[in-house]
């Protein structure tokens, strides 16, 4: 059976850290880009917010950059999204994302270019 699972998500205050994990069964994450995307109650679901190809080449959204770090760790199927400096405008539902055969030097940045999908995780971050 193909799933993603997330997990590491939480309360947090202003200029916080989480770590977010997102874990594949059924299928190598090693074959796919994986992209983390958030979505706020009522709003569409933003572009990807981090995205790891696995030629180990990422690419971070202007919103995240510097604060957003995803890594992969083979031996364990999985990819990471450590958020730190988090701000009231980080508070979002977070999924991560498996996108097949990514073409050379194309990072996929829109959410229908996505095989397969975690439930997501809440993220809130409040004083």
């Known amino acids: 059976q193909v799933q993603l699972v997330e997990s590491g998500g939480g309360l947090v205050q202003p200029g916080g850290s989480l770590k977010l994990s997102c874990t594949a069964s059924?299928?190598?994450?090693?074959?796919?880009?994986i992209g983390w995307f958030r979505q706020v109650p009522g709003k569409e679901r933003e572009g990807a917010l981090c995205?790891?190809?696995?030629?180990?080449?990422?690419y971070y959204a202007d919103s995240v950059k510097g604060r957003f770090t995803i890594s992969r760790d083979g031996a364990k199927n999985a990819v990471y999204l450590q958020m730190d400096s988090l701000e009231p405008e980080d508070t979002a539902v977070y999924y991560c994302?498996?996108?097949?055969?990514?073409?050379?030097?194309?990072?996929?940045?829109?959410?229908?270019?996505?095989?397969?999908w975690g439930q997501g995780t809440q993220v809130t971050v409040s004083s």
């Open positions: 059924g299928f190598n994450l090693d074959f796919y880009a």
């Open positions: 995205i790891s190809r696995n030629d180990g080449r990422n």
């Open positions: 994302a498996a996108d097949y055969a990514t073409g050379v030097d194309y990072f996929p940045k829109k959410a229908y270019e996505y095989d397969y």
